[in-house]
C-alpha cells in the first residue's frame, strides 16, 4: 500500500476534472494545482452522521472536525476508489457499501478542489489512528445545524461544503 503523505503522488486536474499532470500532495498548495479529493458522509441507524475531529498534530486544521472520512485520490485513482481505501484504513472498517451522492467544488488555497461526495451506513465500532484521528463523535443533524450556525464547533472549510452540498441534495430537509 502506498503510504499517504505528503509525498504521496496526486493528479493535476483542469478546470473540467480532467487529469492534466501529477504532482506530489505537499506541492499542490504551493503551485496551485487544481486536484481531487474523496468526503463519505458515514450515518448510523439512527440517521446520526459520524464526525471526525483532527489530531492536533495536523498540518491542516489540527483540531478542526470534518467529514466521517476525507481523502486526497492518488495518482490514476478514481473518487470511489480512494473512498474505499481511506474507509478502511482511517476507521478499520471492511464491511460498508458506498452510496455516490455527486460532486461539488470549492477554492482552497487558490486551487480549485473537486469533491466527490458519498454515503455509507455504519454502527461501529470504529478503530483508528490517534495521531491522525482525535476523535470521532455520531451527531444528529438538528444538532449539526446549530453547531454550525452558532459556531459552537470548529469545523474544517472542506466539510462546510460538503455538508452545504449534501443540504442542498437532501429530500425532506
Not at 446520526?48 to 483540531?63: D, E, I, Y
Request: proline share 5%; glycine share 6%.
Amino acid at each position: 500500500m502506498t503510504a499517504v503523505n505528503g509525498a504521496m503522488i496526486i493528479d493535476v486536474v483542469d478546470q473540467a476534472d480532467t487529469p492534466v499532470g501529477v504532482i506530489s500532495r505537499a506541492e499542490v498548495f504551493q503551485k496551485h494545482s487544481n486536484f481531487r479529493v474523496s468526503h463519505v458522509l458515514i450515518f448510523n441507524s439512527q440517521g446520526k452522521l459520524l464526525l471526525q475531529r483532527l489530531a492536533l498534530s495536523r498540518n491542516r486544521n489540527p483540531g478542526a472536525w470534518g467529514s466521517s472520512v476525507a481523502c486526497y485520490l492518488f495518482s490514476s485513482e478514481d473518487y470511489a476508489q480512494a473512498a474505499q481505501r481511506r474507509v478502511s484504513q482511517e476507521l478499520g472498517i471492511s464491511d460498508f457499501q458506498l452510496i455516490p451522492l455527486g460532486k461539488t467544488e470549492m477554492v482552497d488555497k487558490g486551487c480549485l478542489k473537486f469533491i466527490s461526495v458519498f454515503q455509507s451506513f455504519n454502527e461501529g465500532p470504529f478503530h483508528y489512528d490517534p495521531s491522525h484521528i482525535d476523535q470521532v463523535e455520531f451527531v444528529s443533524i438538528p444538532d449539526l445545524r446549530r453547531m454550525i450556525a452558532n459556531s459552537e464547533r470548529r469545523f474544517t472549510p472542506t466539510f462546510l461544503r460538503v455538508f452545504e452540498f449534501y443540504e442542498s441534495i437532501r429530500p425532506n430537509r
